[in-house]
Nanobody, 130 residues
Framework: QLQLAESGGGLVQPGGSLRLSCAVS????????IGWFRQAPGKEREGVSC????????YYADSVKGRFTISIDNAKNTVYLQMNSLKPEDTADYYC???????????????????????RGKGTLVTVSS
C-alpha cells in the first residue's frame, strides 16, 4: 500500500523560505501523479501543485505560481515543495498526495489539484508569521 510521510513544516517569517519533503513508500513514483495540498482553518482545501515525473509536467495554483516549486527525486522516492517569498496567507496544514496515473499531462494534473487524489499523508503545519 502506498504511504506518504511529510516533513519540513514549521514557523517562518513573512518573506522567508521553507522546503517540505514527502517520503513515499510502497510503490515507485514512476506511475503516480503527485500533489501538494493545503488547508487553513475555516478555508477549503487548495491544490497547491501537482506533478508527474514520467510525463515531465507540473501544475501550480495561481496563488503560488512563481513562488513555489515542486520537484520529484525518483531515486529517493521523495517529493519536495520549495516555498519562497512566503506570506501569512500561506499558513496552513500541508499534505502530499498521490494517485495512480502514468504520464499525467497538464490538464489531468489540473483536475487532480482541483478534486484531490486517492492517497494522502497526515500533513505538516506551516505557519508564516512575524
Amino acid at each position: 500500500q502506498l504511504q506518504l510521510a511529510e516533513s519540513g513544516g514549521g514557523l517562518v517569517q513573512p518573506g522567508g523560505s521553507l522546503r517540505l519533503s514527502c517520503a513515499v513508500s510502497g510503490y515507485t513514483l514512476d506511475y503516480y501523479a503527485i500533489g501538494w495540498f493545503r488547508q487553513a482553518p475555516g478555508k477549503e482545501r487548495e491544490g497547491v501543485s501537482c506533478a508527474s515525473s514520467s510525463h515531465g509536467s507540473t501544475y501550480y495554483a495561481d496563488s503560488v505560481k512563481g513562488r513555489f516549486t515542486i520537484s520529484i527525486d525518483n531515486a529517493k522516492n521523495t517529493v519536495y515543495l520549495q516555498m519562497n517569498s512566503l506570506k501569512p496567507e500561506d499558513t496552513a496544514d500541508y499534505y502530499c498526495a498521490a494517485e495512480l496515473s502514468p504520464r499525467a499531462d497538464f490538464q489531468t494534473l489540473g483536475r487532480f489539484c482541483k478534486f484531490g487524489m486517492d492517497y494522502r499523508g497526515k500533513g505538516t503545519l506551516v505557519t508564516v508569521s512575524s
